[in-house]
């Protein structure tokens, strides 16, 4: 039987999920206070940047209507480099960012007010043309830079619960609360997991056109995650999933 501890934990935990709107003062977030705007577009300054390949509109294998029905989560994945092209084709479905300025981004993920919380990292494990590594997608160039970061696949697996299995990819996406907290303060909190859900869900629909497999992990290594990308406190990891040949 729960403990009544455990039930009001849940309790507490539960308002993340309803948060009341009718509460939320606008003039007292941090815009309404006139902060300045946060940056939605991390940039690193120390890393190789890799262009992605751009020929990449015709790699689709099936319809919407045969992706969206035939997905599975999937969990074993057969060796063989993924493709140059079929990384770029799952790093712009995924990823792609059109316009963007102080406080605000447009892309191909939804973002609650736009806010654009999510940050997306790859380890390549095995791609065509990459080294194995930690790569960090620019929103502004749409490319990849190669993290100056100490990695193996044995730390990525130990940081991922040991579900790296033999993916080619993994995709990492960290949150950074501040950047919606700052339009829509405790209401944030719903908007940025339910970002990470659309970029994944994006993530599993561009895998499964490619005939390719992944599976969304959230039981993951929170501390272990973080050290792995030289990351925590106002950027940390939300998400993860990991990406396969059938
Ligand atoms: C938010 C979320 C977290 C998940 N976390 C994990 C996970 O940590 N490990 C795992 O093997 N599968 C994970 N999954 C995959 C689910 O187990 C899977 O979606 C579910 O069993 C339904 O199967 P389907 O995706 O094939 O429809 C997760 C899925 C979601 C949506």
Known sequence: ????????????????????????????????????????????????????????????????????????????????????????????????????GPGYAFGVIPSGGATSSLETYFYLHDVEGFDQGIYH?????????????????????????????????????????YRTEYKYSFTAHKMIAMEAGHACQNLYLASESLDYGAVAIAAYNQELSDQLLEIGGEEFVIYIATVGRK
């Open 1 to 100: 039987m729960k403990s009544k501890e455990e039930d009001e934990r849940n309790q507490v935990y539960r308002e993340t999920l309803r948060p009341n709107w009718q509460k939320l003062d606008y003039d007292k977030t941090d815009r309404g206070r006139k902060m300045p705007k946060p940056l939605v577009c991390k940039q690193y300054l120390d890393g190789e940047i890799f262009d992605l390949e751009t020929d990449i509109r015709n790699l689709s294998v099936k319809t919407l209507y045969e992706v969206v029905h035939s997905r599975r989560s999937l969990r074993k994945y057969n060796s063989g480099s993924m493709t140059k092209q079929e990384l770029a084709y799952i790093a712009n479905l995924t990823c792609e960012t059109i316009n963007f």
């Open 137 to 177: 997608y620019m929103k502004r160039e749409n490319k990849l830079m190669k993290l100056p970061i100490k990695v193996t696949s044995d730390l990525v697996n130990k940081a991922m619960s040991n579900q790296l299995r033999n993916a080619q990819i993994v995709v990492f996406w960290t949150a950074t609360p």
